[in-house]
């Protein structure tokens, strides 16, 4: 069920992370498969399953200033054909990032996100500070995009600002255009970023990696 492309680059991603913090990787699952699970936001947006984002420790908070995507969460026993592609990956990628790096990965949480036109997130952090340490923590965030032809004149870049643990005013940062089948992950607790505003809608899968 693996692509022969993602087993050849695991060790390099995971390298990438422990290296850098970050990693950028191309053609993360086939491209079929990447066409349905775009059809599965458009599927699930249509038939009002898509949920208003929150925001917050809770993310209970609806701020449509911040932020402007509605999501849908993943339950893996009741995943879809191309869901459990997505899975498989995500199942061996957690596996290869414990045994290199020991981060003690034991789950993972995703969601299906979709950005209508104009919409964006505001600067921010995948895991606050001072966390409850008796609670699951965010250890890894994983971007999948599933925008098919996009146009880098279309926006809906992600904005991954570099300079760790900072608000400085004018940080050094990464934009990484979402074109399908781009996976991006990064330290949750390190990196600040944000989800610029893009000309047409913009689908992702968005997960995080939990450690205790």
């Not at 947006?45 to 208003?52: E, N, Y």
């Not at 969601?111 to 500070?129: E, S």
């Amino acid at each position: 069920m693996l692509t022969e492309y993602f087993a050849q680059n695991l060790e390099q991603m995971v390298s990438k992370i422990a290296q850098h913090g970050v990693c950028v990787m191309d053609h993360f699952l086939p491209p079929a498969t990447i066409v349905e699970l775009a059809d599965e936001v458009i599927s699930l947006s249509v038939i009002s399953k898509m949920q208003v984002a929150g925001t917050g420790r809770t993310h209970k908070t609806i701020n449509k200033d911040l932020r402007g995507d509605s999501i849908y969460w993943l339950n893996e026993a009741e995943a879809t054909s191309a869901q459990q592609v997505y899975f498989a990956h995500m199942e061996t990628l957690r596996q290869q990032l414990n045994q290199d790096l020991y981060l003690g990965l034991f789950a993972l949480e995703s969601h299906l996100a979709l950005y209508t036109a104009g919409t964006g997130y505001k600067k921010h952090i995948d895991r606050f500070k001072g966390s409850d340490t008796t609670q699951p923590q965010r250890q890894i965030s994983c971007i999948l995009y599933l925008n098919q032809d996009w146009q880098d004149s279309n926006g809906g870049h992600l904005r991954l600002y570099l300079n760790p643990k900072t608000e400085t005013p004018e940080p050094l940062h990464l934009d990484i255009s979402p074109v399908a089948g781009r996976f991006v992950m990064f330290l949750s607790d390190t990196f600040y970023h944000e989800v610029l505003p893009a000309t047409q809608d913009r689908m992702s899968l968005t997960a995080w990696f939990l450690t205790r």
